[in-house]
């Protein structure tokens, strides 16, 4: 089977509805306090597309044959204080556990660079949760270097 990237267009949103909740479910297992100790919920079509308007996301898709398998999602970001440079960032990236270890994150990974960098736009970042050291290892591999460190108080 031929693992390819393409963006997404509107009939993949169930596709990326479920990505984003299995990415969401994954996370859950893990840290479910993020979630108010709730487990997430599916998101229907129409949820799908108010997020993706109201954060002004682009999805690439990951595909085996014509069949999505994963996705990435970015978010342009366009400061208005001056001395303040655009950048992108990865909203959500989600490979079906079948597919993991493909090279399908370092493909999207590399398609979103391209995407922002044909903007004029050649900074690109990301959050990771502290306990996913696979993500980090693959972050690394790819160039990321830390540069903060998020805190977060429950109460």
Known sequence: MTLSTRWAVPDD???VALFRYESSLAHFEHIPEVFGHLPPRPMDEQSVTNWMAKHQLTVR?????PTPVGFCVLRCHQPDLPGFAPFGQIMDIFIAPAYRRQGLAGTLFAD????LATQGIHELVLDVYDYNQEAKRLYQRLGFIPIKQTLSLSF
């Not at 898709?61 to 044959?65: D, K, P, T, V």
């Not at 979103?112 to 995407?115: S, W």
């Open 13 to 15: 949103w169930p596709a």
């Open 61 to 65: 898709l990951a595909c085996a044959g």
């Open 112 to 115: 979103m660079r391209h995407h």
